[in-house]
């Protein structure tokens, strides 16, 4: 019998060998999108100025979801539910970050624009992360005994799965931001017997692109993002009841609240938050006296949809 600690260790490796490998090919021949080649398609420039790609996220997806179908300790819903999960929503956001537009912003921007008629990228987005994580949140399963129990429980798993995705792509504003989130919210979940299944592949995978991300060569996007966060709230789903909850208020909570605080300020301003946020990040550039700021990329604001949304990367006002 393979032990927990080899089991988690086994699925980080491969997910991290198969981001890598996925990443490679990816940036050696990236994929055209409409008539447009793939360097064009999947482009962006920072806010210094610098070309990223978005590669990046797409990598982040095939990796977790290749590592995590062959991941050992998984039982067969699990790997499915996680499947549709990441992949849900990493096709989802890669949707956003390939057709999105800025003009509206956060679930008040996106459902507004709803309610007036107009779909926008981001409300297609939103209804189809939830509609995959209710599915996943089915497919996983849930141990109570009673038809309305499990009922609840596909409700509220499949509520963590699309606020866990929504929250991660929040995060993905500065370079190796989301990925660190990440791993300081997997790390505990992957030390448990029921959410390490889940979570090491992802973790590995979200790992090995670290560099890539922090050396502002390529970024999560909306792709990679929101397919990490629906991977972590899937693993999250693996726990008791009670954890649940409470993880869907602090979901709940953190999503409300990024429509009117500024998250980086936040990171900030509190020291202890900014070290970890900086770590392993270029220093951000200062301008000279008199110099006229630079605009943000044709895409830069693609990341982010509440009171954070701005440029990529871009230093903190």
């Given at each position: 019998?393979?032990?927990?600690?080899?089991?988690v260790?086994?699925?980080?490796?491969?997910g991290?060998?198969a981001?890598?490998?996925?990443y490679?090919a990816?940036?050696r021949?990236?994929?055209g999108?409409?008539?447009l080649p793939?360097?064009?398609a999947w482009?962006?420039?920072n806010?210094?100025?610098?070309?990223?790609?978005?590669?990046?996220g797409?990598?982040f997806?095939?990796?977790?979801?290749?590592?995590?179908l062959?991941?050992?300790?998984?039982?067969?819903?699990?790997?499915?539910?996680?499947?549709?999960?990441?992949?849900?929503a990493?096709?989802?956001?890669g949707?956003?970050?390939?057709a999105g537009?800025?003009?509206?912003?956060?679930?008040k921007?996106?459902?507004?624009?709803?309610?007036?008629?107009?779909?926008?990228?981001?409300?297609v987005?939103?209804?189809?992360?939830g509609?995959?994580g209710?599915?996943?949140?089915a497919?996983?399963?849930?141990?109570?005994?009673s038809?309305?129990?499990?009922a609840?429980?596909?409700?509220?798993?499949?509520?963590?799965?699309?606020?866990?995705?929504?929250?991660?792509?929040l995060?993905?504003?500065?370079?190796?931001?989301?990925?660190?989130v990440?791993?300081?919210?997997?790390?505990?979940?992957a030390?448990?017997?029921?959410?390490?299944a889940?979570?090491?592949?992802p973790?590995g995978?979200?790992?090995?692109?670290l560099?890539?991300d922090?050396g502002e060569?390529?970024?999560?996007?909306?792709?990679g993002s929101n397919?990490?966060?629906?991977?972590?709230?899937?693993?999250?789903t693996?726990l008791?009841?009670g954890?649940?909850?409470?993880?869907?208020?602090?979901?709940?909570?953190?999503?409300?609240?990024?429509?009117?605080?500024?998250?980086?300020?936040?990171?900030?301003?509190?020291?202890?938050?900014?070290w970890?946020?900086?770590?392993?990040?270029?220093?951000?550039?200062?301008?000279?006296?008199?110099a006229?700021?630079?605009?943000?990329?044709?895409v830069?604001?693609?990341?982010?949809t509440?009171?954070?949304?701005?440029?990529?990367?871009?230093p903190?006002?």
């Amino acid at each position: 019998m393979i032990r927990p600690t080899v089991r988690v260790l086994a699925g980080a490796a491969l997910g991290a060998v198969a981001a890598r490998s996925a990443y490679r090919a990816l940036v050696r021949r990236p994929p055209g999108l409409n008539g447009l080649p793939g360097e064009e398609a999947w482009g962006r420039t920072n806010h210094r100025g610098e070309p990223v790609t978005l590669l990046e996220g797409p990598a982040f997806v095939a990796g977790a979801a290749a590592a995590g179908l062959l991941a050992p300790g998984a039982g067969g819903r699990v790997r499915l539910a996680a499947l549709l999960a990441g992949a849900g929503a990493g096709v989802l956001g890669g949707y956003d970050d390939l057709a999105g537009s800025a003009g509206s912003r956060g679930f008040k921007g996106h459902l507004g624009a709803l309610a007036r008629g107009e779909v926008t990228s981001g409300a297609v987005k939103i209804l189809g992360i939830g509609a995959t994580g209710l599915a996943a949140a089915a497919i996983a399963g849930s141990p109570a005994p009673s038809r309305a129990g499990r009922a609840f429980d596909t409700v509220l798993d499949g509520a963590i799965v699309a606020g866990s995705a929504n929250l991660m792509n929040l995060f993905d504003l500065r370079p190796g931001r989301a990925i660190k989130v990440g791993l300081i919210t997997g790390v505990p979940l992957a030390l448990t017997s029921s959410g390490s299944a889940v979570v090491a592949a992802p973790l590995g995978a979200a790992t090995a692109l670290l560099p890539e991300d922090l050396g502002e060569r390529a970024m999560l996007g909306d792709t990679g993002s929101n397919a990490l966060g629906a991977l972590l709230g899937l693993a999250a789903t693996r726990l008791a009841r009670g954890p649940r909850l409470a993880v869907l208020a602090g979901l709940a909570g953190l999503n409300a609240a990024s429509e009117f605080v500024s998250f980086t300020k936040v990171i900030r301003e509190i020291p202890a938050l900014n070290w970890v946020d900086m770590l392993g990040r270029r220093p951000p550039e200062v301008p000279a006296a008199g110099a006229v700021p630079a605009q943000p990329g044709p895409v830069d604001a693609a990341a982010g949809t509440g009171a954070d949304a701005g440029p990529l990367g871009d230093p903190a006002p």
